[in-house]
């Protein structure tokens, strides 16, 4: 059974730093490529990170450039480090996997994406 784990949110102040974590199982993830996504409350999910199958490409909202990095340490494990933390930083983040293909300006939309995990709460206090 293919489940994504998110981990490592918590409560931290403005200016601190989290890594987020998503461990894959039930398969090899080596030919997926991996995003992460987040919903503060009353919002709608916003795409936040995505990674290339291979490692080599990474993609970013605007919002979150410079600040949080995103990932690979295997075929199975993405990490977003998360620095210079705001307070509209905080909800629920999630990761989330799909199948490689040759398109790649769909790696910022949630639609796509064929797995999620069940998200991780982080919480900026100003």
């Known amino acids: 059974q293919v489940q994504l784990v998110e981990s490592g949110g918590g409560l931290v102040q403005a200016g601190g730093s989290l890594r987020i974590s998503c461990a894959a199982s039930?398969?090899?993830?080596?030919?997926?490529?991996m995003g992460w996504f987040r919903q503060a409350p009353g919002k709608e999910r916003e795409f936040v990170a995505a990674?290339?199958?291979?490692?080599?490409?990474t993609w970013y909202v605007d919002s979150v450039k410079e600040r949080f990095t995103i990932s690979r340490y295997n075929a199975n494990t993405v990490y977003l480090q998360m620095n210079s933390l705001k307070p509209e930083d905080t909800a629920v983040y999630y990761c989330?996997?799909?199948?490689?293909?040759?398109?790649?300006?769909?790696?910022?939309?949630?639609?796509?994406?064929?797995?999620w995990g069940q998200g991780t709460q982080v919480t900026v206090s100003s």
């Open positions: 039930g398969r090899s993830f080596s030919n997926d490529d």
């Open positions: 989330a996997a799909k199948q490689s293909g040759v398109n790649m300006s769909t790696m910022t939309r949630g639609e796509v994406y064929n797995y």
């Open positions: 990674i290339r199958w291979s490692g080599t490409r």
